[in-house]
């Protein structure tokens, strides 16, 4: 199995922020207070990952993987605190945000571009 590199994890942020718009004009369609929602909890998974990525790829080095495993729980608990602190400042100060579609924006964003990037890596391997 290949290690991600950082060219792969820059492919996987590209197809979120694509996804990421598709969902929100996804949403536009069932209201402006859908699509905000979309738009926030899309937005909020973007600056996770994105930090995330900075994180753990900054001075990358394959030679240390002590450092890097390391890296990547500092980056995982710092993706974590933001995720819970967006969600907390968009609930608190945004009214009428659907959870439902907010959750939803998250999770497509979250979970279809590796499954796409994947499905590119492979096609590509043959």
Do not use: H
């Not at 996804?26 to 998974?45: E, H, K, N, Q, T």
């Not at 907390?88 to 279809?112: H, S």
């Amino acid at each position: 199995m290949r290690q991600p590199d950082a060219a792969q994890v820059k492919r996987v942020l590209k197809i979120q922020f694509i996804t990421a718009l598709a969902a929100v004009l996804f949403g536009s369609f069932f209201g402006l207070s859908v699509a905000l929602s979309v738009l926030i909890g899309a937005g909020v998974c973007l600056l996770a990952n994105t930090v995330f990525a900075l994180w753990v790829f900054r001075d990358y080095r394959a030679e240390e993987p002590g450092g890097l495993l390391m890296r990547f729980y500092g980056a995982e608990v710092a993706k974590i605190a933001i995720i819970l602190g967006l969600f907390a400042v968009a609930f608190v100060t945004i009214e009428g945000l659907n959870l439902l579609a907010l959750l939803g924006g998250y999770f497509v964003v979250q979970v279809l571009p590796p499954v796409v990037a994947a499905q590119l890596d492979a096609r590509a391997i043959k």
